[in-house]
């Protein structure tokens, strides 16, 4: 795989660039850096989307009658958690559209998990415009023991890396 490099127009390396559709190879393998679920995370986001379900809101319902016995983190909050490492690392200036995915929880992430991401490209082709790809990736959440909370494989609309004629600052 070639580095995903751009350089502004005074010759320095922009730091944080995406991957381009065509620098990845199928079969290539990397990690995001981790992220610990607060409990001020889980309050946020079910207070934004709503999930106000006593499973994420009532500590002594948590207490009493859960089988999880923590608090625990909605599934989709982990999911867009796993994204938002994602989008640091691989998807700045060169990710279009997120197109699908499909997505199964294996197992609870409670606050104070740790979580990261290990991806596999398993797609990377052309569309019938020059300019973009379709990269899909095999995604595994996994917390600080290891265990895998999330799978998921998202299809990306992903541009094609520029010719060298034209400067990717102008892009």
Not at 52 to 67: G, K
Not at 72 to 89: D, H, I, R, Y
Not at 136 to 142: E, P
Request: hydrophobic share 40%; net charge negative; charged share 25%.
């Amino acid at each position: 795989m070639r580095r995903a490099i751009t350089t502004d127009a005074n010759g320095l390396e922009v730091l944080g660039m995406g991957f381009y559709w065509d620098d990845v190879e199928i079969g290539y393998r990397f990690r995001t850096l981790g992220r610990t679920i607060t409990e001020a995370d889980i309050t946020l986001f079910i207070g934004t989307v709503g999930m106000v379900e006593e499973m994420f809101t009532n500590l002594d319902y948590i207490a009493s009658q859960s089988i999880i016995g923590s608090r625990p983190a909605p599934g989709s909050l982990v999911f867009c958690m796993a994204e938002g490492l994602l989008m640091q690392s691989t998807m700045q200036r060169t990710g279009m559209a997120f197109m699908e995915a499909d997505i199964k929880v294996h197992r609870p992430t409670n606050a104070g998990d740790t979580i990261h991401v290990e991806c596999e490209v398993v797609e990377a082709r052309a569309t019938s415009k020059v300019d973009r790809g379709l990269v899909r990736t095999a995604n595994r959440v996994v917390n600080q023991r290891g265990e895998t909370v999330l799978t998921y494989s998202p299809l990306r609309m992903v541009k094609t890396r520029p010719n060298d004629s034209t400067p990717a600052g102008d892009k």
